[in-house]
C-alpha cells in the first residue's frame, strides 16, 4: 500500500493512495493508523514530500555496477553524509539549478522512512524502525563536490532532494534488494540497475547509521544510486522510477537571482 502526505486548502494530513483516490487517515503514519471517511480525488490535492525529516543520511558509494563504472574499489564500510531539510522537495516541484554550478547531476536512490525513534539498533531488529520505502534524487553539483572535497555545498542547495511520491509500506514478501531501479532523463533512460547490486544492505545500514547518530520518526535514509549518473539541464525533466514502489517526478528550473 502506498500512503502519502497531501495538502487540500490550508489543511496538511497522510492519507491511503487507492488508484485516483486518496482516504485520508485517521492518525499519523508512526503507529497504527486507519483510514477515516474523507476521501478525495488525488488530482486535486498537492502531493507533499513524505515526511519533514530532522535529518536526511545517504550512504556515498553502495551499487557494486557505479563503484565499477567509477573503477573505485568496493567500500569496506559504507561513507555517509547528511543533507539538510531544507533540500527536501516534492514530486513536481522544480529542482532549482543555481548559477554557480556547470554541472547539476540526478542519482536516482531506493531511500526509507525511519518509523520510530532509535539508536544503536541491531541490524536483525532493523525492520521494526522502518516505516516504508520512497524514490529519492540526490542532486549533486558535480563539479562543486570535486572542486570542494567536502560534500556539503554540492549537495546541499535547497531543492537538491526530491522525495516521494508516496510511501510504499512493504507488504509481507516484499524485498528491497531486488527491485529495478531507474534514472530517466526527459524520455531517455539513464540508470537502469537493481538493488540487488547494493553493497551494504538495508539493515546493515540501519545498524551502522544509528550507531553514530539517533534517528527519529521521519527521517530518511537513501542507500546510493547505481551507474549512469549524469548532468541535467534547465528545462529537462527527470524521473526516478522503482519497481513497486514508485515514480517520482521533478522539472529542473534555473534558479532566479
Ligand atoms: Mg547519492
New binding site residues.
Given amino acids: 500500500m502506498h500512503i502519502g502526505r497531501f495538502k487540500y486548502n490550508r489543511s496538511t494530513f497522510y492519507g491511503l493512495v487507492e488508484g485516483d483516490t486518496v482516504r485520508e487517515l485517521n492518525n499519523d503514519i508512526y503507529h497504527e493508523f486507519s483510514t477515516g471517511s474523507k476521501e478525495y480525488q488525488l488530482k486535486n490535492l498537492i502531493i507533499l514530500p513524505p515526511s519533514h525529516p530532522a535529518k536526511v543520511v ?5 551499487y557494486r555496477d557505479h563503484a565499477k563504472e567509477l573503477n573505485f574499489s568496493i567500500p569496506e564500510e559504507p561513507v555517509i553524509f547528511i543533507k539538510p531539510s531544507t533540500t527536501v522537495i516534492g514530486p513536481g516541484e522544480p529542482i532549482l539549478y543555481p548559477d554557480i554550478s556547470r554541472q547539476v547531476e540526478y ?1 536516482a ?1 531506493l531511500a526509507f522512512l525511519i518509523k520510530k525513534e532509535c539508536y544503536r539498533v541491531k541490524q536483525e531488529n532493523a525492520g521494526e524502525y522502518i516505516l516504508g520505502y520512497t524514490c529519492l534524487n ?1 542532486v ?1 553539483a558535480r563539479d562543486i563536490q570535486k572542486k570542494d572535497g567536502q560534500w556539503t555545498r554540492a ?1 546541499g542547495f535547497d531543492t537538491f532532494c526530491p522525495v516521494g511520491p508516496f510511501i510504499y509500506i512493504p507488504a509481507k514478501d516484499f524485498d528491497p534488494h531486488n527491485l529495478r531501479i531507474r534514472a530517466i532523463l526527459n524520455r531517455e533512460t539513464r540508470q537502469d540497475s537493481n538493488t540487488n547490486n547494493l553493497i551494504f544492505n538495508i539493515n546493515y545500514l540501519v545498524q551502522f547509521i544509528s550507531s553514530v547518530m539517533r534517528l527519529f520518526p521521519g527521517d530518511i535514509i ?1 542507500t ?2 547505481p551507474a549512469g ?1 549524469g548532468p541535467m539541464q534547465p528545462g529537462d525533466e527527470i524521473t526516478v522510477e522503482i519497481e513497486k514502489v514508485g515514480k517520482l517526478v521533478n522539472p529542473v528550473v534555473k534558479a532566479g537571482k
Fill in positions: 545517504l550512504v556515498g558509494l553502495n542519482e536512490e540526490d549533486t549537495k537513501s546510493g544510486t549518473v
